[in-house]
C-alpha cells in the first residue's frame, strides 16, 4: 500500500481550519486601486500629451503662416499709426482670404497698448484686453489657449462657436513688441479629436485594466488556494507522522483525551490497543534505519487495511502504534487485530546478506473505563501489559488484567514446568520450538523403536534441550542477522549452560546427555566435545534431527521459515554429515507417509499439568 491511500480522514481530533484569505484580498484590492489610479494617469497624461501635440501642431502651422501674412502684406508703417481706408480695405481683404483659405474664424492685429490696427472684418477702435495671455505676447511668446466666446476678448462678439482656440502672436522689432496678431479658431473640431481620443485611451486603459484585474484574481485565487493548502497540510503536518502519514503521538493523546472526556458525561466505552514491533531495535542495530523504517511502513500498510478506517489509528512511538476504537467491543477489537498479526506472517523483509526477515507484533489491548478512567491510567495499565507481551517472547496478543489469574495458577508448578516457563519468557520463539523439537523427538523416537517407557524422557529433552538460552544476550539470541564467531561462540555455551541448569536433578542422565550433545555432528565438527557417529548419545542424535527439522520451518528473528518439501530436501543434504542418515531416512519416511505425522503448524504441542485446576492447558 503507497503512503498516499493512507486514509486522510481519520476520527479524532478537528482538521486544521482553513486559513480565511484576508491578506491576499487586501493585497489585491491595493493593486487593483493601483491600477485604477495608474489607469487614471495614463488617460490625464495620454490626454495632456495629445492635446499638447495637436495645439502644438495647429500653433506651428498658424505661425508660419502669420509670418507669412506679416511678411508679404504688412510694412512697418502700417504698424506706426494710422492706415488711409484704401491701404485698410486692400490689407483687409488680404486677411480675409488668408483666413478663409485656413479656416480662421477671426483674424486682428492690434498695437501694444490694444487698439486693433487691422480686422478681418471692419471693426476700429481699443479691444481693452487684460488677460495673461495678452501680456504674455507683449511678453514677446505665443499665448494660446481654448476659452469661451465670451472670454475670447475677440473684438467680434459672435464667432458662431461654443468654443475657440485663440491664438496671440507678438511682432517684434529690434526685441520690441509692436504688434500682436490674434487668431480665433472653432476649437470645438480639437476638443472633439481630445474628446475621442481620451474615449479611446480610457477605452483600452481600462480593458487593459480589467483583463489585468481578472487575471490577477485568478493568480492570486489560485495562489491562495495553493497557500490555504499549504498552510493547512503544514498545520496538519504538524499532527502527523512524517514516515507513515498517520496521526502522531501529540493528535492521538489529544484525540483519545477528547473521546474520554466526552464519554465520561454521555457515558459509552472504548478500546485502546498499542502495537509495538518486536526486535525493532536490533533489526535497526543490525541493518541499520532504513530496515527500521521498511517494518514501520509494513506494519502500517496492513494496520490500515486489517485493522479499520473506522477507528483512530497513529504512530504512538518510535516503534509502537496505538489503536482507538469507540462503539466497537474489545472482541471486534481482538479479531482485527488476529487478523493483522496473521497477515504479517505473510509480510517478510529482506535487505542484501539477509535472509527473509519476519515482521511480528507485541499487542496490549486495554477498554475504559474498566482499566483506567483517565487517558493516564488507560495507558499506563496498557503499558504494563504490553511488558508482559514482549517479555514473554513477543507475537502475542495480550488483554490487560487476563494474566493475573494465570500467575497465581503457576505457583506450584514442579521444577520441569518452571524451566519450561522460564524458555518460554526468555523467548517465545524458542519455547514453541522447543514444543516442536519434543513433538518431533517423540515421532521419530517411536519410529526407531525406543522402549515406551524412553519416550517421556525423549520428550522432556526435547522440551529442555535449548533451557540454556536462558543465558544468552537478547541482543545475541534475538538478532534479525548472521552472528559474528564472538557471538556464535557465546550461543554455542547455552548445551553446557542448559546441562549445568539441570544437572543437580535426579535422574536425567539422558536428558543432561540430550541437552549437552544436541549440536555435536555425525562428522563430528560439531560443538562442545566434537563426538562423532556413534559417539554421540541416541537422544542427542533424534533431538539433533528434530532440532535442525523445527529451525528451518519455523521463523526466526533473522529469517522465515522454509516450507515443508524444501525443509526436507535440506535435511536430506544434512544426512551423513551433520545427522545421522538412519535417523534422518527414518524421520523424512515418516512424515511423508505416516497420516500422522507431525507437522510444523500444528496444534499438537506438549502440554503442561495445572495443578491447580486439574485440567491439561498449553504454556500460552
Known amino acids: 500500500m503507497s503512503p498516499d491511500r493512507v486514509p ?3 476520527p479524532g481530533p478537528g482538521r486544521a481550519p482553513k486559513p480565511r484569505p484576508i491578506l491576499l484580498l487586501i493585497v489585491y484590492g491595493v493593486f487593483l486601486v493601483i491600477v485604477g489610479v495608474t489607469a487614471t494617469a495614463q488617460v490625464v497624461l495620454a490626454s495632456t500629451h495629445f492635446s499638447t501635440a495637436v495645439l502644438n501642431h495647429t500653433v506651428g502651422t498658424d505661425a508660419q503662416v502669420v509670418r507669412g501674412f506679416v511678411n508679404e502684406q504688412l510694412s512697418p508703417a502700417d504698424l506706426g499709426g494710422e492706415l488711409d481706408p484704401e491701404r485698410r480695405l486692400g490689407l483687409e481683404q488680404s486677411l480675409r482670404s488668408f483666413i478663409t483659405r485656413r479656416g480662421i474664424l477671426h483674424a486682428e492685429v492690434r498695437g501694444p497698448d490694444g487698439a486693433i490696427i487691422l480686422s478681418d472684418v471692419p471693426v476700429t477702435g481699443w479691444a481693452g484686453s487684460e488677460s495673461p495671455d495678452w501680456h504674455l505676447a507683449l511678453d514677446g511668446q505665443v499665448a494660446v489657449a481654448i476659452v469661451e466666446p465670451r472670454t475670447s476678448e475677440s473684438a467680434v462678439a459672435d464667432l458662431g462657436t461654443s468654443s475657440l482656440l485663440r491664438e496671440y502672436f ?7 513688441t509692436v504688434a500682436v496678431v490674434g487668431i480665433w479658431r472653432d476649437a470645438e473640431p480639437i476638443t472633439a479629436s481630445l474628446g475621442s481620443v481620451r474615449r479611446d485611451v480610457v477605452l483600452v486603459t481600462m480593458t487593459a485594466a480589467v483583463a489585468a484585474a481578472i487575471v490577477l484574481f485568478l493568480v492570486f485565487r489560485s495562489a491562495q488556494g495553493r497557500i490555504s493548502r499549504q498552510t493547512v497540510a503544514l498545520l496538519d503536518s504538524t499532527r502527523r507522522d512524517a514516515l507513515t502519514g498517520l496521526l502522531n503521538h ?9 473521546t474520554t472526556e466526552r464519554l465520561r458525561g454521555d457515558g459509552g466505552g472504548l478500546t485502546i490497543a498499542l502495537l509495538d514491533i518486536d526486535n525493532f531495535r536490533n533489526l535497526n542495530d543490525t541493518w541499520g534505519h532504513g530496515a527500521g523504517d521498511s517494518a514501520i ?5 496492513l494496520l490500515v487495511r486489517d485493522v479499520g478506517e473506522d477507528v483512530l489509528v497513529g504512530r504512538y512511538g518510535p516503534d509502537e502504534f496505538l489503536v482507538v476504537a469507540e462503539g466497537l467491543a474489545t472482541g471486534e477489537v481482538g479479531t482485527r487485530l488476529e487478523r493483522l498479526r496473521a497477515a504479517l506472517a505473510d509480510v517478510d523483509l529482506r535487505f542484501e546478506g539477509s535472509e527473509r526477515l519476519p515482521v511480528t507484533l507485541s499487542v496490549a489491548v486495554s477498554a475504559y473505563p474498566d482499566h483506567g478512567e483517565s487517558v493516564t491510567e488507560l495507558l499506563a495499565a496498557t503499558a504494563v501489559t504490553l511488558r508482559e507481551a514482549k517479555s514473554s ?5 495480550l488483554y490487560t488484567g487476563a494474566s493475573a489469574q494465570e500467575t497465581a495458577e503457576t505457583r506450584t508448578f514442579d521444577v520441569f514446568q518452571g524451566l519450561i516457563l522460564a524458555v518460554d519468557a526468555k523467548d517465545r520463539y524458542t519455547k514453541r520450538h522447543s514444543e516442536d523439537v519434543a513433538r518431533y523427538a517423540l515421532f521419530l523416537a517411536a519410529r526407531v523403536g525406543l522402549p515406551a517407557d524412553e519416550l517421556p524422557t525423549v520428550r522432556m529433552a526435547g522440551l529442555l534441550h535449548d533451557v540454556g538460552k536462558i543465558g544468552i544476550p537478547d541482543q545475541i539470541l534475538r538478532k534479525p542477522g548472521k552472528l559474528s564467531e564472538a557471538e556464535f561462540a557465546v550461543v554455542q555455551q ?3 549452560l542448559g546441562d549445568a541448569i539441570v544437572r543437580d536433578l535426579p535422574n536425567l542422565d539422558a536428558i543432561r546427555a540430550g541437552i549437552r550433545h544436541h549440536h555435536e555432528r555425525w562428522d563430528g565438527s560439531g560443538y562442545l566435545h566434537r563426538l562423532a557417529g556413534e559417539e554421540i548419545p541416541l537422544v542427542a542424535r533424534i533431538l539433533a534431527v528434530c532440532d535442525t527439522f523445527s529451525a528451518m520451518t519455523t521463523s526466526r528473528p533473522y529469517r522465515k521459515a522454509l516450507d515443508l518439501r524444501e525443509a526436507l530436501l535440506r535435511l536430506e543434504d544434512a544426512a551423513g554429515t551433520q ?3 538412519r535417523l534422518v531416512a527414518a524421520f523424512v519416511e515418516g512424515i511423508e507417509q505416516d497420516a500422522n505425522a507431525p507437522l510444523p503448524g500444528d496444534d499438537g504441542v506438549a502440554s503442561l499439568w495445572l495443578p491447580d485446576q486439574h485440567r491439561t492447558a498449553r504454556v500460552a
Open 8 to 10: 486522510r480522514r481519520l
Open 170 to 176: 507678438p511682432l517684434l522689432r529690434d526685441g520690441r
Open 250 to 258: 501529540g493528535a492521538l493523546i489529544e484525540g483519545l483525551a477528547e
Open 297 to 301: 511502513l509494513a506494519v502500517r500498510d
Open 393 to 397: 517472547g513477543g507475537d502475542a496478543i
Open 494 to 496: 547455552h548445551v553446557a
Open 579 to 581: 545427522l545421522d542418515e
